[in-house]
């Protein structure tokens, strides 16, 4: 029969905290395979050894810290009412029912110590180091991309400033692969690069300036950051954060970051191949994989040829008489290598000026086709050979499998679509925490399961 429950939750129980979490909680996973206590050791130099009031456990404000992140709160202020009220949180944290939740001011200022030096970077490494001693990182393919984050920052308020572009870090490479090219074919050199790059003028926020204005196909328009990351295919363990404003193109920071990995987690002998978007296949990019060995695939760009005229890949390149061959059999000689590494190939006027498909090839008024080819082309042309191979397609799958899954779960789970703070190194924070979570969150249910 209908009745209600009309007692008032006041009176007195004898309970153990033990006993109100559920026995396959995730929390109680994340506590019996991970040990955050090498915590202590990394923020012992923030701390007074002999003097001054006793402080609260750093290792427990990080662990609330972390729960923040794991379950999506947003705000000290509610993480500290959620803990009061959970019974898993308290027991997580190892706090009894009555025992005082940190306040929330506290918390925030932790959150700025942690902000000091590279307290956060430190946790993330051990955190990947447990995987890599549990064998749950092989570090034989490494996938990476980057995903954008809304800055906390009004696309409104902005001034116009003339940003000078400085030279991208590689040109001093570049201008020694032109210089030995055009001594190769007879040229001679040319004078030295100005290192003054070019002026634009570009939208800086007046919220957040550490932020790009990012303009992208497909993508939205304002300010944001973007998230760098690489991941370990084998149980898409996350090895690499790295955030930088919403205007720098994903290929900048790729080849640095990837030496970084490698150097630190000690892939040198492992890393086979990596799996990389159509933003990352560059000269450059290409030149340096091939150097290192590694099995590279890169997505490819849809280049759109000019309505009407005919494709440049229908022209083909004979490597031993260094020319390229017309679809009508007329070889285009090799002229010069210019300022920006790509040599050029012209075709006779004479010759094309009675071909059928002069209409079709050229719109020049001097009826002369020319082609460009990169001095490091060798290279991009090799990774082109290893996306069309059967091994090639099933590594560039497996982007959508492990990174392209990695970012759904941080922005959908983990409140990593918006930046919580304003400045670079505290979007860098957000970021970092946000994969701790993740990759603990792995490694536990990982470590679970093989225990059975």
């Known amino acids: 029969m209908l009745r209600s429950n009309p007692n008032i939750q006041n009176q007195y129980e004898l309970v153990c905290i033990e006993d109100l979490v559920l026995p396959h909680h995730p929390l109680r996973k994340i506590q019996k395979h991970i040990d ?37 709160v947003r705000s000290e202020r509610q993480l500290e009412q959620e803990v009061y009220s959970n019974t898993a949180y308290r027991w997580f944290l190892g706090l009894g029912l009555t025992d005082r939740v940190p306040d929330h001011s506290t918390l925030s200022y932790f959150r700025e110590r942690l902000k000091e030096g590279d307290v956060v970077q430190q946790i993330f490494d051990q955190i990947v180091l447990l995987a890599i001693k549990h064998r749950l990182v092989a570090g034989r393919v490494l996938v990476t991309d980057s995903t954008h984050l809304k800055a906390n920052a009004n696309k409104q308020k902005f001034v116009k400033e ?37 002026a634009k003028e570009t939208k800086v926020s007046t919220t957040d300036p550490e932020s790009g204005y990012m303009v992208r196909d497909g993508k939205p328009e304002g300010f944001f950051y973007l998230d ?47 799996a990389l978007d159509a933003g990352y296949f560059t000269s450059y ?32 390149y004979d ?46 008024k001097n009826k002369q086709k ?45 409140g990593l679509r918006y930046c919580r ?18 990759n603990v969150k792995k490694i536990a249910n990982l470590l679970a399961k093989r225990a059975g």
């Not at 703070?421 to 993740?438: E, P, S």
Request: hydrophobic share 30%; proline share 5%; glycine share 6%.
């Open 36 to 72: 955050f206590s090498f915590i202590l050791d990394l923020v012992r130099p923030y701390y007074c050894e002999d003097n001054g009031r006793p402080s609260t456990d750093p290792i427990m404000l990080f662990k609330m810290l972390f729960i923040g992140y794991l379950y999506g």
């Open 162 to 198: 003339e940003v000078t572009k400085s030279t991208k870090a590689y040109m001093d490479e570049l201008d020694e692969a032109i210089r030995a090219d055009r001594e190769a074919h007879g040229k001679k050199p040319l004078k030295p690069r100005k290192e003054v790059g070019k």
């Open 228 to 274: 760098h990351r690489t991941v370990d295919h084998k149980h898409n363990i996350i090895t690499d954060v790295h955030v930088t404003p919403g205007n720098v193109h994903d290929s900048v920071p790729y080849v640095e970051r990837l030496e970084y990995v490698v150097k630190k987690f000690g892939f040198e002998s492992t890393l086979e191949a990596v």
């Open 285 to 316: 990019i290409c030149k340096k994989l091939k150097e290192k060995k590694v099995y590279a695939v890169i997505g490819g760009r849809a280049y759109t040829p000019v309505k009407g005229l005919i494709a440049k890949w229908r022209f083909k």
């Open 319 to 364: 490597p031993e008489k260094n020319v390229y061959v017309c679809p009508q059999k007329h070889e285009l000689q090799y002229c010069t290598t210019d300022r920006e590494g790509y040599r050029q190939y012209k075709s006779d006027p004479n010759h094309c000026s009675s071909c059928p498909l002069l209409a079709e090839c050229t719109r020049s």
């Open 370 to 414: 020319v082609l460009t080819r990169h001095v490091w082309q060798d290279s991009k042309e090799w990774v082109k050979q290893n996306g069309r191979s059967k091994s090639g397609k099933y590594l560039y799958r497996l982007r959508y499998q492990t990174i392209e899954r990695s970012f759904a779960d941080a922005k959908e789970l983990h």
């Open 421 to 438: 703070f304003r400045g670079k190194k505290k979007v860098q924070q957000q970021a970092l925490m946000t994969a701790i979570c993740q």
